[in-house]
T-cell receptor
Framework: AQSVTQLGSHVSVSEGALVLLRCNYS??????LFWYVQYPNQGLQLLLK??????LVKGINGFEAEFKKSETSFHLTKPSAHMSDAAEYFC??????????FGTGTRLTIIP | DGGITQSPKYLFRKEGQNVTLSCEQN?????MYWYRQDPGQGLRLIYY???????QKGDIAEGYSVSREKKESFPLTVTSAQKNPTAFYLC?????????????FGSGTRLTVV
C-alpha cells in the first residue's frame, strides 16, 4: 500500500519569502515521488519528480524538492515566492503498482 | 502539439440523467485514468485502463462506467446511480513504461447537477 500526507491544506507566504510545502509518504517499496501544480479550473502540471537518482530534485519555476528516506519526506521548496506561484500543489507517490496516489493538496497563497 | 483533450469544459446534468465526459489523447500513451477532484479531498481514482478493451475499477467506481475501444479514447459515463456527481473530473495518461515519468493531465471537465 502507498499513501501521501500533505501537512497544511493552506499555506500563506509573503512575496519574496521562502516557500515550504510538506509531503510525507508511505510505501512498502522504493517509491517514485512527484509534485504537481494546479491553477484554478485547470489540469495538473508536473513540477518535478524523484526517480531514485539524485535526492535533490530541481523542477520548473525555481522549485526543488529533497527526498529523505529516513524521514519518508519529499518537501517542496522555493527560495523566493512570486505572485504567480499562487496555486494548489499536490504531492503524489507511485510505488511498484504504477498507479499514482495523491495527497489532499496544499493551497498556496502569496501575500503582496 | 501532443496532449490530452477533455470535453466539454463545463457540463450540467439534470437529476436522473446519464452524461458522458470525453477524453482523447494523441500522445500514443498506453494507460489512461479518470480522477475525481473535490475540494479538500485531492484526486480520487475512478477507473483506469492499461490496454485497449480492458479497464479496472479504481477507489470510487460506483455510479460510473467507462470504455476503451480505441487507444486514443477513454470516455467516462456518469450514471444516474452516482448520487453526488458534482465535481471536477480529470483525465490522465502515461506510457506503459512511463511510471517514472508521471502522468500527463487534461484540463478537466466541471460537472454540475442542476
Amino acid at each position: 500500500a502507498q499513501s501521501v500526507t500533505q501537512l497544511g491544506s493552506h499555506v500563506s507566504v509573503s512575496e519574496g519569502a521562502l516557500v515550504l510545502l510538506r509531503c510525507n509518504y508511505s510505501s512498502s517499496v522504493p517509491p517514485y515521488l512527484f509534485w504537481y501544480v494546479q491553477y484554478p479550473n485547470q489540469g495538473l502540471q508536473l513540477l518535478l519528480k524523484y526517480t531514485s537518482a539524485a535526492t535533490l530534485v530541481k523542477g520548473i519555476n525555481g522549485f526543488e524538492a529533497e527526498f529523505k528516506k529516513s524521514e519518508t519526506s519529499f518537501h517542496l521548496t522555493k527560495p523566493s515566492a512570486h505572485m504567480s506561484d499562487a496555486a494548489e500543489y499536490f504531492c503524489a507517490v507511485s510505488a511498484g503498482n504504477e498507479k499514482l496516489t495523491f495527497g489532499t493538496g496544499t493551497r498556496l497563497t502569496i501575500i503582496p | 502539439d501532443g496532449g490530452i483533450t477533455q470535453s466539454p469544459k463545463y457540463l450540467f446534468r439534470k437529476e436522473g440523467q446519464n452524461v458522458t465526459l470525453s477524453c482523447e489523447q494523441n500522445l500514443n500513451h498506453d494507460a489512461m485514468y479518470w480522477y475525481r477532484q473535490d475540494p479538500g479531498q485531492g484526486l480520487r481514482l475512478i477507473y483506469y485502463s492499461q490496454i485497449v478493451n480492458d479497464f479496472q475499477k479504481g477507489d470510487i467506481a460506483e455510479g460510473y462506467s467507462v470504455s476503451r475501444e480505441k487507444k486514443e479514447s477513454f470516455p467516462l459515463t456518469v450514471t444516474s446511480a452516482q448520487k453526488n456527481p458534482t465535481a471536477f473530473y480529470l483525465c490522465a495518461s502515461r506510457t506503459v513504461s512511463g511510471t517514472i515519468y508521471g502522468y500527463t493531465f487534461g484540463s478537466g471537465t466541471r460537472l454540475t447537477v442542476v
